[in-house]
Every structure is written in structure tokens, then in C-alpha cells.
């Protein structure tokens, strides 16, 4: 009997396997920064180093496998951050009880609905603005460390419920229904219209906020977005976050004992890229609305003392032949973007150029960078130094 039983296993683990797949991917990068200004022993010197794009540990190598059938798989990343290792951005499992259904449970970076405006300078340091000009820029993702769960119910129509969970296990990993569906889910739609484009909207819940006057406030973030592709060659994409109410954020300094303030605030951002032959060229544009002032605030004593947050960037990709390319990248942010403030040296400019040869498998490229106002990656003397840095990008995919 034990013997039937041991070769009926063997026979369904052997035809389950002739219906799946296992694949394995990689990428990676890193950035040399071959000259860069930092500061050192009270001033600014010249200094080498490695980074990342996000500035933490380099080089990044990964080993991303991934299983699947019809109605089941996993995914699971394995990061190599520098001299670490440890888990990347995906370890779930996914099952599917009906096709137009998935159930997700695990971290999970899917990207299923976000917007990016991703170009230029994001793809070496991400200096000064950089940072809040790229992934998510039009539309948030529905990623959740959790459980998430996928409705298609036709063509087109994408439906997702985002639900963050502590996954360390037994007491510790639970949370109360009403919170968790009331303060932590996100719920999105996206809808994608054949050769004209995609709308989008969600819905995130918040935890509870404070109020101007420290009372607690309920409150979500409702996103929109439409991505236009109806013209060849050409994408624009718009998008728009609106908190239903206005939550503030105090932050003491253990030092100074000075109190400085953020607050959620509608945002309108934009971004289009224009694609003649050879030439590629991007533009985006980001707003913050009754941005808080955290100068006017410390002075007035008054946590509604705001302003319009602008910021806009420009750039350009040209591709040569045998594989070489260039780019160029200028953007700018005012102080209330910036750094929630109208005090001097808060703004921030930031420019990049540089060029690329490619391979069938990576990338090598050397590039200058420069940014205003102590904005790189390296602390430098006096808050309104030039920071500049010398990148040499080194980056695989398979």
C-alpha cells in the first residue's frame, strides 16, 4: 500500500511539473563616483566612492526567481546590496480560484498601477529634486506587504485591494479589521481604453492624523490619472492626489528644540516624452497646494501659514549608433517644494549630462552632475554649497 502511495506522489508531483514554469532574472547596478565633493575634517574635499542611483549600498545584484501554472505561483527576490544580502522586494505566493480572480499574500512590488516620469538623471544619482520627480509621480502602485487582491472581470479592467499586514508572525501580525480596512488598505481601478489610453483612481486610507489643533482627524487620499497614448509617439500622462482632509505632522529637533511641520496637500503633477527618430524628449511638472511654510509657521506661530510648492524638469535622449547614447537633464524645485519652507538657500536646481555605450546584456556610461544648495549625496560644509559628482554607471539585466 505505502509503495502505491509513493509512486502516486511521484506521478502528480511529475505531472504537475510538466505544467509549470520556474524562471530565473537579474539586474543590477551600481555607481562609481570617480570624483565627488564631500565634506572632510571640518571642509569640502574631493572624494571617491560607491552608490547606489537611491543612494544606499552598491553595487545592487539580485536574483529574482519565479514560479507559476495556470492557477498558482511564487515570487521571490534575493538582493546583494554592497558587502549585504538579504530579502528584495518580492517573496509571495499567488493563487488564482477563478482566472479573473488573483490572491497575493507576501511583499510584493508589482507596479500594477503606478505612473512613472522616469527619465534622465533618475537613472544615475537621484540629487536634490530627482528624489520626488519619478516612480509614482502620476499614480501610486497597488503594492502592499500583505495580501492584495487582483479582479479582472474584463478586458481592460483592472481592479486591486492593497492590504498591508505585519507578517512576522502569531500576536504580533495582527491588526483590527475596522483599522486595518478603514486606516491602512488602498483601493485602485484602472481602466485601458485600446489606442487611446489608461484612467485611473484609488482610494488610500491614512491612519488617523492631527488637526491644526492637535485634535484626531479620519481622513484618505483620493488619486486620478489619465495616461494619454493616442498619438504616435507621444505620452502624457496627468495625474492628481486630493487628501480629504488636512493632516499635520510635527517634528521636534532633540538639538535645537525647534518644531517644524508637513502636512498631506493636494498635488497636480504632469509628464509628457515626445519621441522624433533618435531623439527622445521629456518634461514634468510637479505642485504642492497650501504647502506648508515652516517659515512663516516659526515665525507667526500660526501651523496654516502655506504657499504653492512648483516644480518642473526638462530633458533630452539621443541614441547613436553602435549602441551610444547621451542624455541631458535640468530640473529645478522652489523652497516650498523643496523643503516646506520660503527660507533662503531651501530651493534646489539640479543638472545632469552624460553618455552611455550598451551591450547585449548592460550598460557602462560616465556622467557630471551638479546640484544647488548642499542637495547631493555627500554632506558638504554650508547649506548653500554646490554639490557635484562624477558617476560612472555600471548595470546588467538577464
Known sequence: MKKIIGIAAITAMLASGAFAEITFSSWGRGLWFAAANAEKSGDNETVTGVSQSWGGAGPRTALCIHGSTDNAGFNLDVFGNGDSISMGDNANIWVKPIQQIQLKVGHMDDNITRGDAVWGLWNWARFGVVGSMGEGFIFPDGDAQGAQILVTPVEGLKIIAAIPLDMTGKEAATTKVSDEYKHAASYFAMYTIKDIGTAKAGV?????????????????????????????NLSVSVGASIPTATSYVSTTDTTTGVTTYSKTVPAINAYAAYTLNALTLHAALGTKINQADN?????????????????FGAGADYAFENSIGAFVDVRYANSLYENATTADDSDNTTFGFGVTKGFSNGVIGVAFEGTTNNAGFYSLKNADDFAWAIPVKVEYWF
Do not use: H, P, R, Y
Open 295 to 311: 517659515k512663516k509657521i516659526l515665525e507667526d506661530s500660526d501651523v496654516e501659514k502655506s504657499g504653492f510648492g512648483i516644480a
Open 204 to 232: 488610500q486610507c491614512q491612519a488617523t492624523g492631527k488637526d491644526k489643533n492637535g485634535d484626531d482627524v479620519d481622513f484618505q487620499i483620493i488619486d486620478a490619472a489619465f495616461e494619454l497614448t493616442a498619438v504616435k
